[in-house]
């Protein structure tokens, strides 16, 4: 009997073990950014270049970026964002311009708004179907990857990082598709995300389902800025239905529109610090 209960301490024992180490990701420096020297870039990019999902089967490489004041004792709000080869690094940009996240968050520091800032690399070929939510159009995997995002990454990231690991110090964002696919997270998990940020929202996207997700299933309890430039799809018509739902403009919710902007890196990455204040700077 006595040997027969220390097997089965044992096996649980093996069953903790393994899935601590399932927990654990290798992080590692990221490789060198002259240019973050030249400008006086702060704080430490972190990367691990094979986080699998296995939700969506596959695997991408993710980038963290922690802020100088980090030292393992704080704790911080966290934002994640899509897209990470246009964020941080030219040399991964498939058009050579970033959005300056490093750049932004080390001049947020200066004003005391600081946050870990989470950055998945997109699918590739798969960038589409998983930014777009509504499997009825061009076989959707969004909400799939946002059960990723919401379960898998965030837990992944809290284990690894010293977060505040509630929804009011949790924030999503991204552009085009990745503004698309944010809100749906919102959605999907208010319980998760407690502050939004849509650029330029894709929301043309399925006869433009978007618009029925945000009047059926949004409530208010969160922070939600939403911006488009002058030259693409206006961003105003959901910030009409989130009045209409109940959020207060400029306090709740915040609608920019930026005049003569195209849809790009650079216009996203001008805008970006406002977007930050906003989501981040009440946390």
Request: include cysteine; hydrophobic fraction near 40%.
């Amino acid at each position: 009997m006595v040997a027969q209960d220390l097997r089965c301490v044992c096996k649980i024992k093996r069953r903790f073990v393994k899935k601590i180490e399932e927990l654990r990701t290798p992080w590692e420096r990221y490789p060198s950014l002259a240019m973050w020297q030249e400008i006086e870039v702060t704080g430490t990019l972190l990367v691990s270049n094979e986080v699998h999902s296995t939700q969506l089967r596959n695997r991408r490489r993710v980038l963290v970026y922690l802020p100088a004041s980090y030292d393992g004792e704080r704790r911080y709000p966290v934002l994640y964002m899509h897209d990470a080869q246009n964020l941080f690094d030219p040399a991964t940009s498939y058009v050579g311009a970033t959005w300056r996240v490093g750049e932004t968050m080390t001049r947020l520091a200066e004003e005391g708004i600081e946050a870990i800032v989470v950055a998945l690399d997109h699918g590739g070929r798969r960038r589409i179907r998983e930014y777009n939510p509504f499997p009825y159009w061009r076989g959707g995997r969004g909400a799939i990857y946002v059960r990723f995002v919401a379960e898998t990454m965030k837990r992944i990231i809290d284990h690894d990082f010293h977060t505040l690991p509630d929804r009011a110090h949790t924030a999503i964002l991204g552009s085009s598709m990745g503004g698309l696919i944010s809100l749906y997270a919102y959605a999907a998990y208010p319980q998760v995300f407690g502050a939004v940020g849509a650029m330029s929202p894709s929301l043309w996207v399925a006869d433009g389902s978007m618009y029925h997700v945000v009047r059926d299933f949004f409530t208010p309890g969160a922070r939600i800025y939403l911006d488009n430039g002058s030259r693409e799809t206006s961003a105003a018509p959901i910030a009409e239905l989130l009045e209409q739902r109940g959020w207060r403009r400029d306090e709740e919710m915040k609608c920019v529109y930026a005049r003569g902007a195209h849809h790009t890196e650079s216009a996203w990455a001008a805008r970006l610090p406002e977007a930050l204040r906003f989501l981040i700077g009440g946390m």
